[in-house]
């Protein structure tokens, strides 16, 4: 029998990217995974991102934005970063086994246009986040 794996997905401002992940992942997993989502800084949980989710039913309302350090007592099986910068800055996180995944997704809260533009973008930043949390569950958390 499998241990229930914590999950941390981090990012430079757990705003976007990171939330995004934590609720597809959240919604892959069947809440049978612990799911931490985190900043080396905090910038709030984007409006956008919210409302790009709850297009598809996942509903992240009650997410918050967490800076990294709230988690040093937890013992993580995977760190993902989801942003080169967090990759890069990333502090020491000491989990003894932690596998870590990095995946570059594009950022839809930098871009400037249209409103149309910017749904656009945050749509196809969720989608190809929801292909990596996808095949990350199937590849590593498969009973």
Not at 19 to 34: C, D, E, P, R, V
Not at 87 to 106: L, M, Q
Request: charged fraction near 20%; aromatic fraction near 8%; charge should be negative.
């Amino acid at each position: 029998m499998n241990s229930i794996k914590n999950i941390l997905i981090l990012c430079t401002g757990n705003s976007c990217r990171s939330q995004i992940a934590h609720g597809w992942l959240s919604y892959f997993t069947g809440n049978t995974a612990n799911i931490y989502s985190a900043g080396i800084e905090t910038h709030g949980v984007n409006p956008k991102a919210i409302a790009t989710m709850a297009e598809e039913g996942i509903d992240m309302n009650q997410h918050t934005s967490n800076l990294v350090d709230e988690y040093q007592g937890i013992d993580f099986d995977f760190i993902i970063t989801v942003c080169d910068h967090a990759a890069e800055n990333c502090p020491v996180i000491p989990s003894k086994n932690a596998v870590r995944i990095h995946h570059n997704f594009s950022d839809p809260s930098k871009l400037n246009g249209t409103e149309e533009a910017i749904k656009t973008a945050f749509r196809a930043t969720r989608e190809e986040i929801k292909l990596f949390c996808e095949d990350f569950v199937r590849v590593n958390l498969a009973q």
